[in-house]
């Protein structure tokens, strides 16, 4: 009996005939310069629609493309049958490269994270002012997450006809971040979808926020009428809403300009464990020069960061500091802290 260990070399290895009209394995992969360009719209149990010129094409992602998935707002090259028509289904063979990512993960302490959506220009960040209260600690993390994956946030404040939104924009006044005001009459009456249709025009902005803040009631007068989605109601007793939009939809924004809006799921939690810290500074670029004279790894909140004397001599609004350090701290705080 042959026994093989770890001295055995190549010339002891047993090798698998090459039966009859078995073709060998190749590495090489078709390159389908063919295929056809697309957007995914949304994703369901492994069926993704995708918008391709101007219909839709339910697909499913092609075997060679292993574990990596598409997500709303990927940009991916398809084959197969691009009809649209019913019970047709095309493969997608590629994901092309992604311009910015929105990620979470369910809890800070969750190492697995899940790519949102990918390719959107900005994130609209939506809180109400009051039916539930506004949750900062929620804000500041959908913040980092816009920070860190490349999207520029908008802060859309609504049922301003039930609390003043005074306090919140004193609070997000140092970032200088883009932001309307809204309320319950202005949504009925379409004065609010303009003033936000504006920030959106020729865009692709995700949309996120707590359930029960108004978000899908906002997408709904933004989009054109066929496409709106159904919404649910705040308890009364407890202030939450009831989560009604269960997976992420890209949906063309209504108008003459042209873009998108992403509806994405109400969350109460917006967990943070995949994002390095440093990159965060790079959405303060009048903090990050002072970054030079940091030592190593860095915190940017402790007694020998660089920042603190880049701000005493006068480069940038101690302000400015104050809010980089209370983002960063988001990670290491729960929301309720």
């Known amino acids: 009996?042959?026994?093989?260990?770890?001295?055995?070399?190549?010339?002891?290895?047993?090798?698998?005939?090459?039966?009859?009209?078995n073709r060998p394995r190749t590495h090489i992969r078709p390159k389908?310069?063919?295929a056809a360009g697309g957007m995914v719209l949304t994703v369901d149990r492994g069926r993704l629609t995708c918008?391709?010129?101007d219909r839709t094409v339910l697909a499913m992602k092609a075997r060679e493309?292993?574990?990596?998935?598409?997500?709303?707002?990927?940009?991916?090259?398809?084959v197969g049958d691009l009809s649209g028509r019913k019970d047709t289904l095309a493969r997608i063979v590629r994901i092309e490269e992604r311009s910015s990512v929105l990620r979470r993960t369910a809890d800070d302490d969750d190492p697995y994270e899940r790519v949102v959506v990918?390719?959107?220009?900005?994130?609209?960040?939506?809180t109400a002012l009051a039916d539930p209260e506004p949750?900062?600690?929620?804000?500041?993390?959908?913040?980092?997450?816009?920070?860190?994956?490349?999207?520029?946030?908008?802060?859309v404040m609504t049922?301003?006809?039930?609390?003043?939104?005074?306090?919140?924009?004193?609070?997000?006044?140092?970032?200088?971040?883009?932001?309307?005001?809204?309320?319950?009459?202005?949504?009925?009456?379409?004065?609010?979808?303009?003033?936000?249709?504006?920030?959106?025009?020729?865009?692709?902005?995700?949309f996120v926020g707590h359930s029960g803040v108004g978000k899908t009631t906002l997408v709904n007068a933004l989009v054109p009428v066929e496409r709106r989605r159904l919404t649910g109601h705040v308890n009364a007793v407890t202030g939450r809403g009831r989560h009604t939009t269960t997976s992420a939809l890209a949906l063309p924004l209504a108008g003459a300009a042209g873009g998108w809006v992403v509806d994405t799921p109400g969350v109460r939690s917006f967990g943070l464990a995949h994002v390095d810290p440093s990159r965060v500074i790079h959405a303060f670029p009048d903090l990050e020069r002072g970054t030079e004279n940091c030592p190593r790894a860095c915190s940017h909140d402790e007694p020998d960061c660089g920042l603190d004397a880049w701000v005493e001599e006068g480069h940038a609004d101690p302000a400015r500091l104050y809010s980089l350090r209370r983002l960063l701290a988001t990670r290491e705080r729960t929301e309720g802290d």
Do not use: F, W
Not at 70 to 77: E, K, L, M, N, T
Not at 118 to 126: E, F
Not at 164 to 179: Q, R
């Open 65 to 78: 493309l292993g574990r990596k998935a598409a997500v709303v707002g990927d940009r991916v090259a398809l």
């Open 118 to 126: 990918a390719n959107a220009d900005q994130l609209a960040i939506v």
């Open 159 to 206: 049922k301003s006809d039930l609390a003043p939104p005074d306090k919140l924009l004193e609070l997000y006044g140092a970032l200088d971040i883009p932001y309307v005001v809204t309320s319950r009459d202005e949504l009925e009456d379409g004065g609010a979808a303009d003033r936000v249709r504006e920030h959106l025009d020729g865009r692709i902005t995700a």
């Open 51 to 53: 918008l391709v010129e």
């Open 1 to 21: 009996m042959r026994h093989y260990g770890k001295h055995t070399d190549e010339d002891n290895i047993r090798s698998r005939p090459n039966r009859k009209g």
């Open 135 to 155: 949750r900062p600690r929620l804000i500041d993390r959908c913040l980092v997450a816009a920070y860190d994956g490349g999207l520029e946030p908008l802060l």
């Open 32 to 34: 389908h310069e063919d």
